[in-house]
């Protein structure tokens, strides 16, 4: 199956910076939403962050105004920015294509390791 390719994690202190990409395998320019999810050990994964096509962004409520997902069309990437990180951030993240009302386009990938410490 399909994956995308999630890079860019890594350990960082709370207060620090990180930026996320995934790469898709072609072209993402007819895909309407992509996103961002994550899932800490022991819990599920949830959305994170999302973006249309047109650009419109959506974000989970524990990470608006720290995070950012943008998409470039062009090289089949999305990125998610984040800052102001916390120990509550630590998480394996990874991104897809949500089909509604319970799919996803691609298969699950490897993730990003994300590790905040206080």
């Known amino acids: 199956q399909v994956q995308l390719v999630e890079s860019g994690g890594g350990l960082v202190q709370a207060g620090g910076s990180l930026r996320l990409s995934c790469a898709a395998p072609?072209?993402?320019?007819?895909?309407?939403?992509m996103g961002w999810y994550r899932q800490a050990p022991g819990k599920q994964r949830d959305l994170v962050a999302a973006?249309?096509?047109?650009?419109?962004?959506n974000y989970a409520d524990s990470v608006k105004g720290r995070f950012t997902i943008s998409r470039d069309n062009a090289k089949n990437m999305v990125y998610l920015q984040m800052n102001s990180l916390k120990p509550e951030d630590t998480a394996v993240y990874y991104c897809?294509?949500?089909?509604?009302?319970?799919?996803?386009?691609?298969?699950w990938g490897q993730g990003t390791q994300v590790t905040v410490s206080s």
């Open positions: 897809n294509a949500p089909r509604p009302p319970n799919g996803f386009k691609y298969a």
């Open positions: 072609g072209s993402i320019f007819s895909i309407n939403v």
């Open positions: 973006i249309s096509s047109g650009g419109s962004t």
